[in-house]
């Protein structure tokens, strides 16, 4: 590299060390004017701010603190908004009155011009606007913190809607959320009673979320697999993807004209079938969890249509749209759902946490019995119920809730899937007051019971466990005789290091050479009295 070229470097790092000092600032001020000096000063990052700030206490100001939090990341952007969506889905680790203003971020801003997003447009397509599409609404229908979303239509006469992403919106994401790891590593430092929470765990989560929703080519992927899954559930659509279109920044997709699901007037007036409609949504969802561990994570009732029938004499369908965020679960977490699902419905409570301890990889230490016993205290008010008058993920949040007392930290993508349910459930019973989504994946509950014990699952996992073990056999040889060396080395001597055993040690020390004086003495004084004696 010239040394024209490393001064360009250097100086373009210190551009973004400064900006970064300066977005820091920002934030710890915004927090500081919010009610949160005290924690800054705490967390020792009181520097980066003047002392008035510091000492101002938005306890005063008849805002609770989650009201205080959601103003402040409303203030911050994209970055701390999406933040302040996700802790909202976290119940086990966030208290009610927080997440209670949380779900009201609104992900709203001021739209972008039409010329920008012109400009967008042709450089990602690398050609002029007209040359794809028919006509392009100048008003976006949709303006949120990462893309906005315009109505158009393709020459060939389709109409589609296109997402386009902001400008320069991944290098403010990334420079926040390099600053919200460091804030995380200072929070653990000087807030130890957080430890539970993992905040950097939690930042690390948070960014590859963020990742895959700045990137419109896994959106689309998302949407194709989800698609072909639910093929096989007549009654659900998804939009059609017009890959050639789209790119890491667009994504052009079928539009969808209906009634959104949390539009009830018109939903009324329609006349629909709204417990087929209601059992399609559970179904669909569970299928998409259960069956192949691939599912919507930000369901709610403005991503949900009730399209008109395409032929006539047919049946409305449930359009599903915005595929962002996902979640997955692997083959053995869709096993421990199932049996969640079974031991809820059994009132099963001792496999019920069973299961919590073992996707939360608890610690040996845990006070199992005292854990069950609250798990089972907690849920006693719903027992006895009519399982439709049981709110599933209600159950299953209540019951995360008192596993986070315990130490046992269910990963991210499980919590999606309990707010999915209750949002689900609350959708259903708005539809048919005797929607019942236990029952309803009750059936599909058993098939993958029966899959998971089912001679074919049974050989597979045997091949796999043959393969583990051929794998250790192969290696056992080498590992014995690389070890045998090293004790061979020390005279085969084993050392094991232990706080408790070294202290153990010290004791038997001192207590060997107090015994070995004492055969010492004894030896002296027998040896005296046998030369006394044959004198």
């Known amino acids: 590299m010239s040394k024209g070229m490393s ?43 003047p002392n008035r700030l510091i000492r101002w206490s938005g306890a005063d100001s008849g805002k609770n603190v989650g009201e205080r939090l959601r103003l402040a990341f409303e203030e911050l952007g994209p970055t701390f908004v999406k933040l302040g969506q996700i802790l909202s889905m976290r119940p086990d680790l966030v208290p009610e009155v ?33 040359s794809v599409f028919l006509s392009f609404d100048q008003e976006a229908l949709a303006s949120a913190s990462i893309g906005q979303v315009h109505a158009a239509k393709l020459l060939s ?59 419109y080519k896994i959106e689309a992927n998302n949407i194709t697999k989800i698609s072909k899954n639910l093929s096989e559930l007549p009654g659900i659509v998804l939009p059609k993807v017009y890959k050639e279109y789209s790119t890491h920044q667009i994504l052009v997709l079928e539009q969808f ?31 998409s969890v259960m069956k192949y561990g691939l599912f919507h994570g930000d369901l709610h ?38 049996l969640m699902m079974q031991a809820i419905i059994q009132e099963d409570y001792e496999t019920l946490c069973f299961t919590y301890a073992e996707l939360g990889d608890a610690d040996t230490s845990i006070d199992f019995e005292s854990f069950q016993r609250e798990v089972r205290n907690t849920l006693s008010p719903y027992l ?45 019973r708005g539809l048919d007051p005797n929607f019942d989504i236990v029952s309803l994946g009750e059936d599909l509950v058993k098939d993958l019971v029966s ?17 583990e073990m051929m794998s250790l056999l192969q290696m056992l040889p080498r590992t014995l005789r690389w070890g045998l060396k090293k004790l061979a080395k020390n005279d085969y001597a084993l050392e094991v290091a232990s706080p408790d055993l070294q202290r153990v040690a010290r004791v038997l020390d001192v207590a060997g050479k107090r015994i070995a004086r004492s055969f010492t003495s004894a030896g002296l004084l027998v040896s005296g009295a046998i030369v006394i004696q044959s004198g």
């Open 157 to 215: 006469g389709e109409q589609v809607v296109v997402k386009i992403q902001r400008p320069e919106i991944r290098k403010v994401i990334e420079t926040d959320i390099a600053l919200l790891q460091f804030l995380a590593e200072t929070l653990e430092r000087y807030f130890p009673e957080l430890s539970i929470l993992n905040p950097q765990v939690f930042v690390e989560e948070f960014f590859k979320s963020l990742q895959q929703e700045l990137d």
């Open 384 to 428: 006895g119920l009519n399982i439709n008058e049981v709110n599933t993920g209600r159950v299953l949040i209540e019951a995360t809730k008192v596993a986070a007392k315990y130490k046992i930290r269910v990963p991210g993508d499980w919590m999606l899937v309990f707010k999915a349910i209750v949002t689900l459930e609350g959708m259903g």
């Open 98 to 130: 927080v997440i209670h203003e949380l779900v009201k971020l609104q992900d709203q801003v001021q739209p972008i011009s039409f010329e920008v997003i012109k400009k967008i447009v042709e450089a990602e397509l690398k050609k002029p606007l007209e």
């Open 257 to 287: 004209h209906g009634i959104k699901l949390n539009d009830k007037e018109a939903i009324e007036r329609s006349g629909v079938d709204r417990t087929r409609i209601a059992g399609l949504g559970a179904r669909g969802f569970l299928y």
């Open 301 to 338: 009732g403005g991503n949900l249509f009730i399209l008109p029938a395409t032929e006539p004499g047919g049946l409305p369908s449930l359009g599903v749209i915005d595929f962002g965020i996902v979640g997955r679960l692997s083959r053995r977490s869709r096993d421990q759902l199932a």
């Open 451 to 467: 899959i998971q014990y089912s001679p074919q699952r049974i050989m597979g996992d045997s091949l796999t466990v043959g393969r």
């Open 7 to 49: 001064v360009v470097s250097k100086g373009i790092k210190f551009s973004r060390a400064v900006k970064s000092a300066a977005r820091l600032r920002q934030i710890l001020g915004v927090f500081s004017r919010s009610g949160f000096g005290g924690a800054i000063e705490r967390m020792k990052l009181g520097a980066y701010l």
